[in-house]
Antibody, heavy 116, light 108 residues
Framework: QVQLVESGGGLVKPGGSLRLSCAAS????????MSWIRQAPGKGLEWVSY????????YYADSVKGRFTISRDNAKNSLYLQMNSLRAEDTAVYYC?????????WGQGTLVTVSS | EIVMTQSPATLSVSPGERATLSCRAS??????LAWYQQKPGQAPRLLIY???TRATGIPARFSGSGSGTEFTLTISSLQSEDFAVYYC??????????FGQGTKVEIK
């Protein structure tokens, strides 16, 4: 069955960096576009970034452009999100999801807390 | 940017009753709309895509309708496991996904 497992979250100071990972299994990872979506505590969902199946096409939300970098390693069935210059407003649960139009499968999420 | 507005914010329904949730887009999104269910501490679960197509494994009591700017998610007979928060999401303005603020369906 399709599984997406995020990791790498934690507590980081403002201005710091963090790298999230998403390990995929149960499907041919290299065939699918992947996305990152986040959810601030008690709030709604916000799309963050998207990467095509080959990694050649990438998009970011304006709120993270220039600070976050999405990437993937199809040989390792893994998706990544490098987050730099973190701000308090980046505090959220970060989900990886399969798909470019909508997420048909989501991971359980990893919590990123940006606080001094 | 397309703004998605859901109503009501909270819907109180008795088990076995029908629930009707609304989602409005600030401009036409054609049929490029998805619905998700999210329970506390869990990831969102895809219910509907293409405005009216049920995702794999979703019970028939969930149905979606609408196109353009007005959409509806109907749960025909609420079961205990259906009490959750529901989000709509447009994907017409690809690649940006825009979500509504959510409707919480609670037990009356």
């Amino acid at each position: 069955q399709v599984q997406l497992v995020e990791s790498g979250g934690g507590l980081v100071k403002p201005g710091g960096s963090l790298r999230l990972s998403c390990a995929a299994s149960g499907f041919t990872f290299s065939d699918y576009y992947m996305s990152w979506i986040r959810q601030a505590p008690g709030k709604g969902l916000e799309w963050v970034s998207y990467i095509s199946s080959s990694g050649s096409t990438i998009y970011y939300a304006d709120s993270v452009k220039g600070r976050f970098t999405i990437s993937r390693d199809n040989a390792k069935n893994s998706l990544y999100l490098q987050m730099n210059s973190l701000r308090a407003e980046d505090t959220a649960v970060y989900y990886c999801a399969r798909g470019d139009d909508y997420g048909d499968y989501w991971g359980q999420g990893t919590l990123v807390t940006v606080s001094s | 940017e397309i703004v998605m507005t859901q109503s009501p914010a909270t819907l109180s329904v008795s088990p076995g009753e029908r629930a009707t949730l609304s989602c409005r887009a600030s401009q036409s999104v054609s049929s490029n709309l998805a619905w998700y269910q999210q329970k506390p501490g869990q990831a969102p679960r895809l219910l509907i895509y293409g405005a009216s197509t049920r995702a794999t494994g979703i019970p028939a009591r969930f149905s979606g309708s609408g196109s353009g700017t007005e959409f509806t998610l109907t749960i025909s007979s609420l079961q205990s496991e259906d009490f959750a928060v529901y989000y709509c999401q447009q994907y017409n303005n690809w690649p940006e996904w825009t979500f509504g603020q959510g409707t919480k369906v609670e037990i009356k």
